[in-house]
């Protein structure tokens, strides 16, 4: 299991659309994932999951990933989140 | 332990703000604040139960339980008033040095102003209720426990089915959106779906709702976000249920055993409340939306005093025991078809 924390740096925050990308991401990886905000842990492989968290620009979230490919999808997923999305 | 619900995480409220609890209940319990302060930010109830300062007030301050809401009755209400000036003075000074969150008059009691000056000095909001003193204990017992009680985010879809709660779970894409859209479809109504957070109530009594900001819209893989109150309507859905059976979806297994007689009932401990189980495999042409009705039906059935299951058993135990004895019509009755007809009667 690997946990590590990353923060929201897009102006928009976690919203639709990188929320599904992120599930998308996740989908491809056989590792369970989950994120966590305020004491709040959801499926990370959940649009809905991941979109209730409502995560705003300079947010901490911890990302937990379980399974066989956790290290390549937690690559992966922390660049997405360094990367703002794509949206910077 | 099926995996959605092997590490679900608690989420327990430390404390709640004093002005969420104003805003929360100023129409609920018919609060006015009577203080003229504003509500001090910061200033936080960390209790869940309430207290009568009666012996607070009289002197009695070793157990004081001054950090939960104080509940000014009838009783303490009267024997302010009957207290001399001076001694009045004293027992306030005395009650208002310990850091008291806030002070709610009932009974349409309202303080005296030696009080409101006190608690304006002290920043403790005071408010004052119609509502009688035992009727607002218990009304306000129920609101704080809710908000204080353990809850947990759960990967489940949450329906109701015939009055019973069925909450579905089961790794990601094994169909339990297309389960609970089935049901909807046939009439049924849904809590919530991906995210339930679900609370302890009582004792024994486990609750289940949506969140605020997703409640009853859904994503169905192929089609995206869709609203389940828009497209079916408002008997479709419902805010919160009490969970009472839980159904774990999981691929056809072949080397786990399934139960096949209903005979034992597993039970699942979710935030200390035992829940009903059931291991739901899944085959091609399996019609999963009956066997969840099915599922409410049975429950309903032992509910209500009837185990199938049991009675079943109960003939089987009979029959073996009529040919065993060897009874007269035993080798008859051993395969005997269940046949009744009337006459004339060869259809």
């Given at each position: 299991?690997?946990?590590?924390?990353v923060?929201?740096?897009?102006?928009?925050?976690?919203?639709?659309?990188?929320?599904?990308?992120?599930?998308?991401?996740?989908?491809?990886?056989?590792?369970?994932?989950?994120?966590?905000?305020?004491?709040?842990?959801?499926?990370?492989?959940?649009?809905?999951?991941?979109?209730?968290?409502?995560?705003?620009?300079?947010?901490?979230?911890e990302?937990?990933?379980d399974g066989?490919?956790?290290?390549?999808?937690?690559?992966?997923?922390?660049?997405?989140?360094?990367?703002?999305?794509?949206e910077? | 332990?099926?995996?959605?619900?092997?590490?679900?995480?608690?989420?327990?409220?430390?404390?709640?703000?004093v002005?969420f609890?104003?805003?929360?209940?100023?129409?609920?319990f018919?609060?006015t604040?009577?203080?003229?302060?504003?509500?001090?930010?910061?200033?936080n109830?960390?209790?869940k139960?309430?207290?009568?300062?009666?012996?607070a007030?009289?002197?009695?301050?070793?157990?004081?339980?001054?950090?939960r809401?104080?509940?000014?009755?009838?009783?303490?209400n009267?024997?302010?008033?009957?207290?001399?000036a001076k001694?009045?003075?004293?027992?306030?000074?005395?009650?208002?040095?310990?850091?008291?969150?806030?002070?709610i008059?009932?009974?349409?009691?309202?303080?005296?102003?030696?009080?409101?000056?006190?608690?304006?000095?002290?920043d403790?909001?005071v408010?004052?209720?119609?509502?009688?003193?035992?009727?607002?204990?218990?009304l306000l017992?129920?609101?704080?426990?809710?908000?204080?009680?353990v809850?947990?985010?759960?990967?489940?879809?949450?329906?109701d089915?015939?009055g019973?709660?069925?909450l579905?779970?089961?790794?990601?894409?094994?169909?339990k959106?297309?389960?609970?859209?089935?049901?909807?479809?046939?009439?049924h109504?849904?809590?919530?779906?991906?995210?339930?957070?679900?609370?302890?109530?009582?004792?024994n009594?486990?609750?289940?709702?949506g969140?605020?900001?997703?409640?009853?819209f859904?994503?169905?893989r192929?089609l995206g976000?869709?609203?389940i109150?828009?497209?079916?309507?408002?008997?479709?859905?419902?805010?919160?249920?009490?969970?009472?059976v839980i159904?774990?979806?999981?691929?056809?297994?072949?080397?786990?055993?399934?139960?096949?007689?209903?005979?034992?009932?597993?039970?699942?401990?979710?935030?200390?409340?035992?829940?009903?189980?059931?291991?739901?495999?899944?085959?091609?042409?399996?019609?999963?939306?009956?066997?969840?009705?099915?599922?409410?039906?049975?429950?309903?059935?032992?509910?209500?005093?009837?185990?199938?299951?049991?009675?079943?058993?109960?003939?089987?135990?009979n029959?073996?025991r009529?040919?065993?004895?060897?009874?007269p019509?035993?080798?008859?009755?051993?395969?005997?078809?269940?046949?009744?007809?009337?006459?004339?009667?060869?259809?």
């Amino acid at each position: 299991m690997i946990k590590t924390d990353v923060k929201i740096v897009n102006k928009a925050g976690m919203h639709t659309r990188p929320a599904s990308s992120i599930v998308k991401i996740a989908a491809r990886y056989k590792a369970d994932f989950f994120v966590e905000k305020d004491g709040m842990k959801v499926n990370g492989k959940s649009i809905i999951g991941v979109m209730t968290l409502a995560a705003e620009q300079g947010s901490t979230l911890e990302l937990i990933f379980d399974g066989p490919d956790e290290k390549e999808l937690c690559e992966e997923m922390k660049s997405f989140f360094e990367r703002g999305f794509d949206e910077m | 332990m099926p995996d959605s619900l092997k590490d679900i995480k608690e989420i327990k409220k430390e404390f709640i703000t004093v002005d969420f609890f104003y805003n929360e209940c100023r129409d609920r319990f018919k609060l006015t604040k009577i203080t003229s302060k504003k509500i001090k930010p910061g200033l936080n109830l960390t209790e869940k139960n309430l207290h009568r300062p009666g012996l607070a007030l009289a002197g009695f301050v070793d157990l004081f339980a001054f950090n939960r809401i104080q509940i000014f009755g009838n009783t303490e209400n009267n024997y302010l008033k009957k207290l001399s000036a001076k001694e009045k003075t004293n027992t306030l000074t005395r009650y208002f040095s310990f850091a008291v969150p806030l002070v709610i008059f009932t009974d349409n009691n309202k303080p005296t102003s030696e009080v409101l000056k006190l608690a304006d000095e002290k920043d403790v909001p005071v408010f004052t209720t119609p509502v009688h003193t035992t009727r607002l204990v218990s009304l306000l017992s129920d609101f704080l426990d809710d908000q204080f009680s353990v809850q947990a985010a759960i990967h489940s879809s949450f329906v109701d089915v015939y009055g019973v709660g069925l909450l579905f779970c089961g790794k990601s894409g094994i169909g339990k959106s297309e389960i609970t859209l089935d049901l909807i479809e046939r009439g049924h109504r849904l809590v919530a779906d991906d995210v339930v957070i679900v609370s302890k109530k009582a004792e024994n009594v486990l609750m289940g709702s949506g969140t605020s900001l997703v409640k009853h819209f859904m994503e169905i893989r192929g089609l995206g976000i869709i609203d389940i109150g828009r497209i079916f309507g408002i008997r479709a859905i419902r805010y919160q249920k009490r969970v009472e059976v839980i159904v774990e979806l999981e691929t056809w297994d072949s080397s786990k055993s399934y139960e096949r007689t209903g005979l034992d009932t597993h039970l699942i401990n979710i935030l200390g409340v035992e829940i009903e189980k059931i291991n739901l495999p899944i085959s091609p042409g399996k019609n999963i939306t009956v066997i969840a009705e099915v599922i409410a039906l049975n429950y309903l059935c032992k509910h209500y005093g009837y185990n199938a299951a049991k009675v079943f058993e109960k003939k089987l135990t009979n029959r073996i025991r009529q040919n065993k004895n060897g009874s007269p019509n035993a080798v008859e009755s051993k395969f005997k078809r269940n046949t009744e007809y009337f006459e004339h009667d060869f259809e």
